[in-house]
T-cell receptor
Framework: KNQVEQSPQSLIILEGKNCTLQ??????????LRWYKQDTGRGPVSLTIMTFSENTKSNGRYTATLDADTKQSSLHITASQLSDSASYICVVSEGGNYQLIWGAGTKLIIKP | GAVVSQHPSRVICKSGTSVKIECRSL??????MFWYRQFPKQSLMLMAT?????????EQGVEKDKFLINHASLTLSTLTVTSAHPEDSSFYIC???????????FGPGTRLLVL
C-alpha cells in the first residue's frame, strides 16, 4: 500500500534554532516528492519538489533532501523564524497516474 | 504567476441548505482542478478531480450527488455541497494545474460551518 509517514507529529523549537523534519514513503512507482507549508486556515504552499535523480534542493532557509534508495526525505529549516510556525506536509507523486499521496504533516511551532 | 483564488473564504449555513464554493485560476488556464477536504489536525483528503468540459472523477467514499462539481471553463470550477449537514463542516481547498502532470497550485481554502 502506498503510504507517506512523517515524523515528528509535532515539534516546538525556539526562534533561531534549526530543525529537521522527516518523511518516509513506500510509494511505487515514484515520480516526485514535494514539501508543502500550510499555515493554519490556509491552503498549502509548495516549498520544494524533487525527482528521482535529485538529492537536495534548497529554497531560502528550507533545504530538502531525498534518498530514493531508502525512500526517505527530510526538510531542514535553518535559523527558524516565528513565521515558520505551520504544518509541513510531505507529498509523494505516484509515477504513471501522478496520484498524490499525502503525509499527515508535522506541526511546527516556533517560540520566541 | 499561478494564483488560485477561492470564494468565499468562510461560510456559515443552516443544516439542509446548499453551499457553492468557487475556485478560480487567475493567471493561467487550468485543464485540471482538484477539490480537497481537510478536517482539523488531519491532512488533505482528495475528494474529486475535474477536467474542463467533462464530468468529475470522485474518490471512493465521496458522494457525487452530495458534492456537485462543475468545471465549465478553464479558469473556474465550483463545488456545491447539497443538503449540508454539520458533519460536512470542514476546510475545503481547491487546486489547479495546467496539465495533470504539473505542480498543483492551491487556493487559500474555504471554511464551511454547518449549524
Amino acid at each position: 500500500k502506498n503510504q507517506v509517514e512523517q515524523s515528528p507529529q509535532s515539534l516546538i523549537i525556539l526562534e533561531g534554532k534549526n530543525c529537521t523534519l522527516q518523511c518516509n514513503y513506500t510509494v511505487s512507482p515514484f515520480s516526485n516528492l514535494r514539501w508543502y507549508k500550510q499555515d493554519t486556515g490556509r491552503g498549502p504552499v509548495s516549498l520544494t519538489i524533487m525527482t528521482f535523480s535529485e538529492n537536495t534542493k534548497s529554497n531560502g532557509r528550507y533545504t530538502a533532501t531525498l534518498d530514493a534508495d531508502t525512500k526517505q526525505s527530510s526538510l531542514h529549516i535553518t535559523a527558524s523564524q516565528l513565521s515558520d510556525s505551520a504544518s509541513y506536509i510531505c507529498v509523494v507523486s505516484e509515477g504513471g497516474n501522478y496520484q498524490l499521496i499525502w503525509g499527515a504533516g508535522t506541526k511546527l511551532i516556533i517560540k520566541p | 504567476g499561478a494564483v488560485v483564488s477561492q470564494h468565499p473564504s468562510r461560510v456559515i449555513c443552516k443544516s439542509g441548505t446548499s453551499v457553492k464554493i468557487e475556485c478560480r485560476s487567475l493567471d493561467f488556464q487550468a485543464t485540471t482542478m482538484f477539490w480537497y477536504r481537510q478536517f482539523p489536525k488531519q491532512s488533505l483528503m482528495l475528494m474529486a478531480t475535474s477536467n474542463e468540459g467533462s464530468k468529475a472523477t470522485y474518490e471512493q467514499g465521496v458522494e457525487k450527488d452530495k458534492f456537485l462539481i462543475n468545471h465549465a471553463s478553464l479558469t473556474l470550477s465550483t463545488l456545491t455541497v447539497t443538503s449540508a449537514h454539520p458533519e460536512d463542516s470542514s476546510f475545503y481547498i481547491c487546486s489547479a494545474t495546467r496539465t495533470s502532470a504539473e505542480t498543483q497550485y492551491f487556493g487559500p481554502g474555504t471554511r464551511l460551518l454547518v449549524l
